[in-house]
């Protein structure tokens, strides 16, 4: 069955979608069919795969295609007499493993509607099968297109909408910056993730959501780790000041959030194992304009060409190992992700 991993912190620039983007690619490159969904409203995966240029190439899009998350949802949420069905997705023309369902900036409309699900506590029938419809819309279209991983690139906000896109997944990782302002959002989701525990213990054992067409997930998901990146390197490692704030950050994962999770069920087994620091899966380094051509040629870093990257000597040098590196760094990525879920 596919596997459904959520990327997901409540701090807004730890590179969610950038991580997406690469981790799917790779997955797709290894052989397994991958989708990655932009649940973000801000739908900046949704630019980056599609290549928002001066060109208006993803307005464009909005025009031509009427597939997107929020259509997808719509039976649901907008009481459409009619039953969910696989989503249509955006297929990648130099990587036919990989899809894309696009996100839409209306999808913050539904956010309403998981708030009135969630606190009426199945009073409302008409509610019953929000809180199971985006987990069925994901298994619909994973048996469709035959997928083996969905890839869902979150929003940086602690909404209904996010509790109940990570609780209906089966999977999760926290990307993380090495500063202070992520070290408070992980502190907030020590406290958040029992909450939005909590809340889906209530709504399954709820008798209306029990009988609901669209069921929802049975057990919590599965913290698989932490991501530490868009730190600079010197010496192939962190410099200090990011080495100091990874420890930090490390150390209140390991700490404080994993007890808290396995309170709750939510945590993989012996998960430690897998990782090469406590819970953290993998670092990977900032590279800088390297990113900046991948967003505007809409081609993972480790893909890009002397061509797409306009240098020349010395510099193409060092930017060609940047660029194999973050190959290698991706490969152990994806690896691991292959390996806890496959355990």
Not at 28 to 51: E, F, H, R, S
Request: charged share 20%; glycine share 4%.
């Amino acid at each position: 069955m596919v596997k459904i991993i959520a990327l997901f912190n409540n701090k807004g620039g730890v590179s969610k979608t950038t991580t997406t983007f690469h981790l799917g690619w790779k997955l797709a490159d290894m052989g397994y069919k991958t989708l990655i969904v932009d649940t973000d409203p801000q739908c900046n995966l949704t630019g980056l795969c599609i290549n928002a240029d001066k060109e208006n190439k993803l307005l464009n899009f909005y025009k031509e295609n009427n597939y997107n998350i929020r259509e997808a949802l719509s039976a649901v949420f907008d009481n459409k007499p009619e039953p969910l069905m696989a989503a249509t997705c955006y297929t990648f023309e130099h990587n036919r493993n990989l899809l894309l369902l696009p996100g839409h900036i209306d999808f913050a409309e539904y956010d309403a509607t998981y708030n009135i699900a969630e606190n009426l506590a199945g009073s409302m029938v008409m509610f019953a099968n929000v809180p199971g419809a985006i987990r069925n819309l994901l298994l619909l279209t994973g048996n469709e297109y035959n997928l083996d991983y969905i890839l869902l690139d979150m929003s940086p906000s602690i909404s209904a909408t996010n509790a109940n896109i990570l609780m209906q997944s089966d999977y999760f990782i926290i990307p993380c910056a090495p500063d202070y302002f992520c070290y408070m959002a992980i502190e907030s989701l020590i406290r958040v993730f029992p909450k939005w525990y909590t809340t889906y213990e209530n709504l399954k054992n709820n008798n209306v959501f029990k009988n609901a067409l669209y069921q929802m997930k049975k057990d919590a998901p599965k913290f698989i780790g932490t991501i530490q990146q868009r730190y600079r390197p010197r010496n192939e490692s962190p410099a200090k000041a990011f080495s100091e704030w990874i420890t930090d950050i490390n150390s209140l994962v390991s700490q404080k959030l994993v007890p808290v999770l396995k309170q709750n069920n939510m945590i993989v087994d012996n998960l430690d194992i897998f990782c090469s620091e406590e819970y953290n899966l993998i670092n990977i380094a900032d590279f800088n304009s390297l990113i900046a051509q991948s967003q505007f040629h809409a081609t993972p870093v480790f893909l890009l060409t002397q061509e797409q990257i306009e240098r020349s000597g010395k510099v193409w040098d060092n930017m060609k190992k940047s660029r194999d590196d973050f190959n290698d760094t991706f490969t152990e990525f994806a690896n691991r992700i292959i390996e806890i879920t496959n355990q």
